[in-house]
């Protein structure tokens, strides 16, 4: 039987962290660091996701500012708003709630905020940095979460075989860098990998983010295994992982839950990425 990596548990440590250094900006700057949230359109799942955020803020003692604008709204009216937070003193940090309508360019926009306001982590800039190795970048928030729920465990990342499956640019292909920088031997897999159970079956390490429900089995991983399930799958009986978990958890060493594993890590560093990025200023 697995051990329960507690994804709450590690986030709340995030924030405790995020509240400290918050306060020691607030006593220097003078101000509270300032979160801008913007969200286009009424997506029910994006208005949550904007709510869990704010009360993130509020519980870590970061200014929230939530900026909403119709669905109508063109790209050129997002962007230069944007640029107007840019410039704004009391920001700090900058989130555009994603996916945005159709016919507004998610690069465009991301690519409009201010590198260094830039608290998702998204930004061109950013994700650069992040694969050169550079340590003055923002890194994107699930993958840095990733890292802590495994550095929780106590397993040492140096030396071990990651396999991560998905390479989307939000998860898959920066938590390849992440683990490369932390000096493990990396393989990505993903929709054309063939034989996939091959190497699934050789990861020290399993990160599964590929979207769909229970597509890791418990044949598909080896003992002992470290693995985290990214996956946020619902249907009509309830959420689910990447990871068939009730299975999985009698042959991996540790593993995330869902919920409450990688998912509130992914709030609990947005807010210490503009916490930090605040102080970095």
Known sequence: MSEIIDGKAVAARIKETAK???????????????????????????????????KACEQCGVASYTYLFDEKTTQSELIEFLGKLNADGKIDGILVQLP????????????????????????????GKLFLGERDGTIACTPRGIIELIKAT?????GKH??????????????AALLLNNDATVTVCHSKTRDLRDYT?????????????????????????VVIDVGMNRDETGLYGDVDYDNAKNVAGYITPVPGGVGP???????LNTVDGARNE
Request: aromatic share 4%; proline share 4%.
């Open 20 to 54: 400290a250094r918050a306060a020691e900006f607030e006593r220097v700057a003078g101000r509270k660091v300032g979160l801008a949230v913007v969200r286009v359109g009424d997506d029910p799942a994006s208005c949550i996701y904007v709510r869990n955020k704010v």
């Open 100 to 127: 945005l309508p159709e016919h507004i360019d998610e690069r465009a926009c991301i690519a409009a905020i201010s590198p260094q306001k830039d608290a998702d982590g998204f930004n061109v800039v950013n994700a």
């Open 154 to 158: 106590g397993v040492p990342i140096a």
């Open 162 to 175: 990651a396999v991560v499956i998905g390479r989307s640019n939000i998860v898959g292909k920066p938590i």
């Open 201 to 225: 079956l050789t990861a020290d390490i399993l990160v599964a983010a590929v979207g769909k429900k229970h597509f890791v089995t418990a044949d598909m991983i080896k003992r002992g295994a």
């Open 265 to 271: 890590m992914t709030v609990a560093m947005l807010i």
